[in-house]
């Protein structure tokens, strides 16, 4: 076993969506940063789950996430050719567009924009214990033939399940049974011309009668027939319910159970007229988990807050998504109130009773609809680059990241492209 130790300013745990952004805002305000992710590559469920269509950046003409996530947004998009939507065209049944982009391209780009940062990237790896030391933190962490001690000022748990948080001992929640999880998938092989749509139906209600498939396998079966699953390729209309990331053992279980419930219905497919030729085309490396821990902040962001826009003192952000929740079969959505414009609080990234600790990401402080909305990917960026910069800036100036001056770390955000609140503009 090779045993190293490293030091830094600032340890982000966790290379998703959030950690991305977090480890190069960071970086890029000077701090020593390392990165610390389970997986080879950064993106999250970006790069590792295929969730490609990212929402909402922009609202009409107002930009709601900027920053380091727009800039690789753009720059994946440009590298891709495609083509950013026509904003002022207000869509029909939704507040707004987003935008794709190519998973290995993001990758890619967020990995040479860390570098460049001067972050380290510390792939396969995870933490095992961490605890405060002299006035740091130790942590300790394993991978493939390593085991490592990373000495740390500021952590910022970027996991998405608070992993890091409740290893350091932090408080926090979660709900009994948490929103079903999806695994993305492309299927192709058929032309929809070819298929009796009605047919295809009583085929499907007597598989799930018979115990086949499970109406789950289909999340909109209730309102939608089959052959809209086959429209869009399969897609996000799979729900993996009591999806869990949050330990090895529930995420091998959650991505065991996604793949034989595909495989279950790619071979009742292919027995139906018009499909025989059916096949996945493509499929995501693992399952995308909507919702496990939450962190216990020192502000916590309710239904209410969210969808009225409250203003916070301590914001250090904006997002804008709907209230999505959802259910085996279904979702249960709720629309931001007409005026309002959801902000992130840098007190719903604090973890109560510890300094030096913030997360970014799904586990933010909320209760479970306020996460719903707050759960999507530009939300997260905004996330990361608020506590990348608010750890930063703590460790230049001596202080706990939950304790530097709002004033300071808004200029910071500001040099560094973030969209605050109008007025802190």
């Not at 269509?53 to 996430?65: A, D, E, K």
């Not at 695994?183 to 009583?202: C, H, P, Q, T, V």
């Not at 995501?284 to 919702?291: I, L, W």
Request: aromatic fraction near 6%; include cysteine; glycine fraction near 10%.
């Amino acid at each position: 076993m090779n045993k190293q130790t490293n030091e830094c300013d600032v340890l982000v745990v966790g290379g998703g969506t959030a950690g991305t952004v977090a480890v190069i805002q960071a970086a890029r305000a000077g701090a020593r940063t390392i990165l610390l992710e389970v997986s080879t590559q950064m993106g999250g469920t970006i790069s590792n789950g295929l969730v490609t269509y990212l929402t909402y950046f922009r609202v009409g003409s107002r930009q709601i996430v900027g920053g380091i996530g727009w800039e690789l947004v753009q720059e994946a998009m440009e590298l891709s050719n495609s083509e950013m939507p026509d904003w002022e065209v207000k869509p029909p049944t939704r507040p707004s567009y987003g935008v794709v982009v190519k998973p290995a391209v993001f990758a890619m780009l967020a990995e040479e924009k860390a570098l460049a940062a001067g972050a380290q990237l510390l792939y396969s790896e995870f933490p095992m214990a961490i605890e405060r030391e002299k006035g740091r933190w130790r942590v300790e962490c394993v991978g493939h033939s390593v085991a490592r001690t990373i000495y740390a000022r500021e952590i910022i748990d970027c996991t998405g399940d608070a992993s890091a948080v409740r290893l350091a001992g932090g408080e926090c929640e979660r709900e009994s049974e948490c929103q079903p999880g999806t695994l993305r998938f492309k299927l192709g092989g058929y032309e929809l011309d070819e298929i009796d749509a009605d047919r295809l139906d009583r085929a499907f209600r007597a598989a799930v009668a018979s115990g086949e498939l499970q109406a789950s396998d289909y999340c909109y079966c209730d309102r939608r027939g089959l052959i809209e699953y086959l429209r869009c390729g399969g897609a996000n209309v799979q729900h993996i319910v009591g999806a869990d990331s949050s330990t090895a053992e529930t995420q091998a279980h959650t991505d065991i159970t996604a793949r034989r419930r595909l495989l279950a219905m790619l071979r009742f497919l292919r027995r139906q007229p018009g499909l025989e030729h059916c096949t996945v085309e493509r499929c995501a490396a693992t399952t995308g988990v909507r919702e496990t821990w939450r962190i216990a902040g020192d502000v916590m962001i309710t239904a209410e807050d969210y969808l009225s826009g409250r203003q916070f003192d301590d914001a250090v952000g904006l997002t804008y998504f709907f209230v999505d929740r959802h259910c085996e079969t279904g979702i249960v959505q709720e629309f931001i109130r007409p005026g309002a414009w959801p902000e992130i609080p840098l007190g719903a990234l604090t973890v109560r009773g510890i300094d030096g600790l913030t997360a970014a990401g799904r586990c933010i402080s909320s209760d479970r609809d306020a996460q719903s909305g707050l759960r999507v990917m530009p939300s997260c960026m905004a996330m990361g680059q608020a506590a990348g910069a608010a750890a930063a800036l703590g460790v230049r100036l001596g202080v706990p990241s939950k304790r530097v001056p709002l004033d300071r770390l808004r200029v910071l955000l500001r040099e560094h492209g973030a969209v605050l609140p109008d007025r802190f503009a």
